[in-house]
């Protein structure tokens, strides 16, 4: 037990009343049952006698949302010296739960069940096993005493798998004598920090790239629902390594012991990427690695999450801290949390060799093109979409280019761009974004640290680097409505906006892994899998036609619709000035729309100003030998 622990008890004794109730927690998950999505766990918590309120977390670092998935608690019993005790929910808290400890008693026996979600949800609480692999988050199978502060009282989990599956964590583990695993003792926090990666066909790459005197493993652990889903390319741990060593030379530090990538590949689990500080959450379709575009797209995740582990778990904006998981989190800083880690976390792989800098630049492109063309930037300005996070990440596709998502990620590329061009503006070129990113984000190796920081902050940070008004040049990109600063800041670095008849390869390559097709710049329609309208730009020509999110689209031109016979029709009513005549499913009710479009194939793409300097070129250049 912890000293301060112990002293907390002492204290209860003797009479003393403490700060928080005094904690101690022993957590034990049985997954052998996770194919089915389903969970048993038993947790023992160190407690006093009288009114106690347990909490389940609620807001979840990295997801900046109460988004802890309350509905995946299916069953529950708490129990003091062998008998059952009664509780009751709180009416204006859902997450918290009232029981009455024993006047004799001093730990409560809980035990839980969970069932995870098979559809739906957002982040963790999305689909998060198949039949073939599991991540565990251990958020879904705790409860602990409201108030606390989860990173200052200690836990100790085991994990039991089923028969013959590999088991992956930040946290270390030894084998237990049932076939279970158990980690090295943490903070509930440090717990929650560190999920657990499990399957049946896994396998692990260790990276090099660490510096000269640094026993720091880097790896990225790999589980599939097939075994051949496993093969990489030659170049895999090369490649991976060089990611390191960049990151390394962009941030002159390392605030972890060890970090892993928790790679699962499953058509069967939500896809996305969440931080942590000595690991990563990402999961993508099961064949990500075996194409060379979903291979990029897959670097930017990958990149992404784990430039995390500097912003966003050891820099943490303040308004995003929830010591408890209760307390609500203040988005109005992830313009800096997620997007300047959303510049770096393609940056960096584009220095690594992971993605080529044309596919960067057509990232850059799709993203400027959709901003340009979608109305929700000429109402909701930029700033509104990061305060208002919390309730945008769980907002439906239909009218997210109306409504605009949480599309900071995005937009803050163009604002931390413009950044780099007013560093080196001011300092004759001596200094960039570099600069900024190694003085903000030092400190020494080793274990886990968390460093708040506050808007002012980061401003006298860069003042720092560069005296000067650099609220003012940020807030020109976050409060406006428009795209006139995002194109300033393109336009600066030597490049502009425009379109042609060639694909958008990154555009493509997401098209791929989302199983979606867009046609945005054109038509301005964004259909799913089965053909139905996720959404559309509501002054491009198939709104105007009369398409709206939800129809699905049965015919084109006379003929069963498929994605290619809509590029074939978008060529030759080009060509012969014809509308498209489109066949489409609205509920139970059919309708032919004429689509009149005449402009031809059009994607977004950056070419270069010649009369202006090249500033991108050099940012992606590597730093590292």
């Not at 879904?140 to 964590?169: I, Q, R, Y």
């Not at 761009?417 to 960039?432: C, I, K, N, P, S």
Request: net charge negative.
């Amino acid at each position: 037990m912890h000293r301060a622990l112990r002293a907390l008890i002492v204290a209860l004794i003797v009479g003393g009343p403490p700060a928080a109730p005094a904690v101690d927690l022993t957590v034990r998950v049985d997954a052998r049952d996770v194919a089915r999505k389903r969970l048993h766990s038993t947790l023992t918590l160190a407690v006093r006698p009288g009114p106690l309120t347990l909490v389940y977390p609620k807001w979840m670092p990295g997801e900046h949302g109460p988004t802890g998935p309350l509905e995946s608690l299916v069953g529950l019993e708490i129990r003091a010296n062998g008998e059952r005790l009664g509780w009751t929910r709180d009416p204006l808290e859902m997450y918290a739960l009232r029981v009455v400890v024993p006047r004799d008693a001093h730990e409560l026996e809980i035990t839980i069940e969970s069932g995870l979600a098979t559809d739906g949800g957002s982040y963790s609480a999305g689909p998060t096993s198949s039949d073939a692999l599991a991540v565990i988050p251990w958020n879904e199978c705790l409860l602990f005493p409201k108030g606390v502060d989860a990173d200052k009282v200690s836990a100790v989990a085991t994990l039991l798998p089923p028969p013959n599956w590999s088991v992956v964590s930040a946290l270390a583990s030894v084998a237990a004598a049932d076939g279970g695993y158990q980690f090295e003792a943490a903070s509930i926090a440090r717990l929650i920090d560190s999920p657990v990666q499990l399957g049946r066909h896994a396998r692990r790459v260790e990276l090099p790239g660490a510096e000269p005197g640094r026993e720091l493993r880097h790896s990225i652990s790999i589980m599939a629902d097939s075994a051949a889903a496993l093969a990489l390319p030659e170049d895999f741990a090369a490649s991976y390594g060089r990611l390191v060593a960049e990151s390394g030379a962009l941030f002159g530090s390392r605030l972890y012991r060890s970090y892993t990538w928790l790679l699962s590949l499953s058509d069967h689990v939500a896809h996305f990427g969440l931080e942590h500080h000595e690991s990563s959450d990402d999961r993508e379709g099961e064949q990500a690695l075996q194409e060379a575009d979903l291979r990029m797209d897959l670097a930017g995740l990958l990149g992404h999450e784990y430039v995390h582990s500097w912003n966003g778990k050891y820099r943490r904006p303040q308004g995003l801290l929830s010591p408890d998981y209760q307390r609500p989190m203040d988005g109005s800083l992830l313009w800096v949390y997620e997007g300047m880690t959303e510049f770096w976390g393609y940056v960096l792989p584009v220095r690594a060799g992971l993605i080529t800098p044309d596919y960067f630049r057509d990232i850059v492109a799709d993203a400027a093109a959709e901003f340009t063309l979608s109305p929700g930037a000429r109402w909701r300005p930029m700033a509104d979409t990061a305060v208002a996070a919390q309730a945008l990440y769980g907002a439906p596709t239909a009218w997210q280019s109306s409504r605009r998502g949480v599309d900071y990620y995005d937009a803050s590329i163009f604002l931390w761009l413009d950044v780099d061009q007013e560093l080196r503006a001011r300092t004759a070129g001596r200094a960039g974004l570099d600069d900024l990113a190694h003085q903000f984000f030092a400190g020494p190796t080793g274990a886990p640290r968390l460093e708040p920081y506050s808007e002012s902050d980061l401003y006298a940070a860069l003042a720092a680097v560069a005296p000067g008004d650099w609220r003012g040049l940020v807030r020109r990109h976050l409060d406006p409505t428009g795209t006139a600063a995002l194109l300033a800041a393109l336009e600066r670095a030597g490049w502009r906006l425009d379109y042609s008849a060639a694909k958008n390869a990154a555009a493509e390559a997401r098209q791929k892994r989302h199983k979606s097709f867009e046609r945005m710049s054109s038509i301005g329609l964004r259909l799913d899998k089965d053909a139905r309208v996720a959404d559309v730009i509501e002054d491009r020509a198939a709104a105007r036609a009369g398409l709206g999110p939800g129809m699905k689209l049965i015919g084109v031109n006379g003929r069963k619709y498929t994605n290619e016979l809509l590029d074939a029709a978008i060529l030759e009513a080009q060509k012969s000035r014809q509308p498209i005549v489109l066949l489409v499913e609205n509920d139970e009710f059919y309708r032919t729309l004429s689509v009149e479009y005449y402009d031809g194939p059009r994607f977004p793409h950056l070419v270069r100003i010649e009369a202006q300097a090249d500033q991108l070129t050099p940012l992606l250049q590597a730093r590292t030998k």
